[in-house]
């Protein structure tokens, strides 16, 4: 028995019933497409009501732009599913739920870290825990906050370098902001001689400290004697100035010269550690015979 096959006459069928079904499913393709467009209308005026009342209210911008796009991403998702739905009758709600079930969890597992960071970020942002430019000190990264996007944080290390932090990192560990407040209390330690008299170093120190311009003034300088060290008194010497890092360490800088200067000039000895070697016993030393022979 022979069968006759003709591959002219089947792709001729084939692309017959296709047009066929194309044609029969032309208004809800076109009525799908409609709602397309209906869909990105919405989305524009939304975008602008949004935009409006956030920049009102005052929002920080790196949270507007985070809820932009997810305003935007939801309106999209709900047009172009119900796009589908019209373009495919047969599609029920059921069906569609159904299947974004099982691929939610697919993807939902492929992609967990990347939900993580995403989700820290909104709860960063909302939040409002630190803002640009502020300094933060989180584990080893420390920095000068450059950038908050909704997945990542951009850091400038004090080296220059920048550093792409996920936000899920900075979310599940210990976060310092180091700038939170204008200014920042400094502690040094000072030590005198044992000799020296207590209240009077207290004092030359205590001034030499508030002279210091980058010190505030609106704040307290503290100096307490802490202890007795191995070759001095040792001081604790505290005061506030500006909490950027640059300012610290310039202010760290100044208020350590000026000390010393002071001292140096009430005549106030600073020591440094001394050692006195004890022998049980005579030490034996080669006389000039003994070396000769």
Known sequence: MEFDINPIAILKDQLQGALTSTIESAPQLIAALAFLFLTWLIKVIVVKVFTKASTRSGLR???????????????????ILIAAMIAMPGLTPTKLLA????????????FKDTF????????????????????????????????????????????????????????????????????RRITIQCGVGYSENVDESRE???KAVESVKTVNKDKPVQVFAQGFGASSIDFEVTWWTQSRPVDIRESRDQVVAAVKHALDKAGIEIPFPQRTLTFSGPLPFAGKDEKES
Not at 68 to 75: D, S
């Open 61 to 79: 911008p790196s949270l507007q732009e985070a809820l932009r796009k997810i305003i935007v991403i939801g309106i999209w998702s709900i047009g």
């Open 99 to 110: 299947g974004l079930g099982v691929g939610s969890i697919a993807i939902g597992l492929a």
């Open 116 to 183: 993580e960071n995403l989700l820290a970020g909104l709860l960063l942002l909302m939040r409002e825990p630190m803002r640009i430019d502020d300094y933060i000190e989180c584990e080893d990264v420390e920095g000068q906050v450059k950038h908050i996007s909704i997945r990542d944080t951009y850091i400038r290390r004090t080296d220059g370098v920048l550093t792409i932090v996920p936000n899920g990192y900075l979310y599940s560990n210990p976060l310092r902001i180091l700038t939170e407040q204008s200014s």
């Open 204 to 206: 030359v120190i205590r």
